[in-house]
T-cell receptor
Framework: DTEVTQTPKHLVMGMTNKKSLKCEQH?????MYWYKQKAKKPPELMFV???????INESVPSRFSPECPNSSLLNLHLHALQPEDSALYLC??????????????FGQGTRLTVV | AQSVAQPEDQVNVAEGNPLTVKCTYS??????LFWYVQYPNRGLQFLLK??????LVKGSYGFDSEFNKSQTSFHLKKPSALVSDSALYFC??????????????FGAGTRLFVKA
């Protein structure tokens, strides 16, 4: 299984809502990532989890809250978002760099619209 | 700081013709260079990478790339384009290694249109 699965595929939420994005992989990868991609722009790294611990937080606003409950799952909890947070949110996974591989496997993304 | 540049927003090529998508890099130390492709409303798919070794790298779907140290380039090439190759292509570099993970930095992207 070489897939990273993200749910939901589309999400529309109001600025006062609380929602969560989910990501799952069964490749035995121990590093997982959240990226944000605006239209016609490259993905930008938000968070990195390694061995279920937060490794990198790229100064992301606190209205985005990541969680890694186990080695296969990665969540992104959303609260009080702004319309400018509307984007494609991509999850990715990889082997940790100490295992010698450096390419990431991406999910299809969640298209988030904040109204 | 590690970075990559993709000088072309868009590349147009006729089906059956060779294609090149350009990328130049700026790195300190050993470069970890990648190409990813993104189809509409989809995530990114890994195509190929250069870390060390042979400068000519063969990737998925008939793509290859050549690491050129003197020109600091890592162009993506394919000898015969297909309409299905039409997509957004990102050159990328590892921007830093952290405990167990790494940061991938993407170029701005080049949209490839292959006309039948």
């Amino acid at each position: 299984d070489t897939e990273v699965t993200q749910t939901p595929k589309h999400l529309v939420m109001g600025m006062t809502n609380k929602k969560s994005l989910k990501c799952e992989q069964h490749m035995g990868h121990r590093a997982m990532y959240w990226y944000k991609q605006k239209a016609k722009k490259p993905p930008e790294l938000m968070f990195v989890y390694s061995y279920e611990k937060l490794s990198i937080n790229e100064s992301v606003p606190s209205r985005f809250s990541p969680e890694c409950p186990n080695s296969s799952l990665l969540n992104l909890h959303l609260h009080a978002l702004q319309p400018e947070d509307s984007a494609l949110y991509l999850c990715a996974s990889s082997q940790p760099q100490d295992r010698g591989t450096t390419e990431a496997f991406f999910g299809q993304g969640t298209r988030l619209t904040v109204v | 700081a590690q970075s990559v540049a993709q000088p072309e927003d868009q590349v147009n090529v006729a089906e059956g013709n060779p294609l090149t998508v350009k990328c130049t890099y700026s790195v300190s130390g050993n470069p970890y260079l990648f190409w990813y492709v993104q189809y509409p409303n989809r995530g990114l798919q890994f195509l190929l990478k250069y870390i060390t070794g042979d400068n000519l790298v063969k990737g998925s779907y008939g793509f290859d790339s050549e690491f050129n140290k003197s020109q600091t380039s890592f162009h993506l090439k394919k000898p015969s384009a297909l309409v299905s190759d039409s997509a957004l292509y990102f050159c990328a570099v590892i921007g830093g290694f952290y405990t167990g993970g790494f940061k991938t930095i993407f170029g701005a992207g080049t949209r490839l249109f292959v006309k039948a």
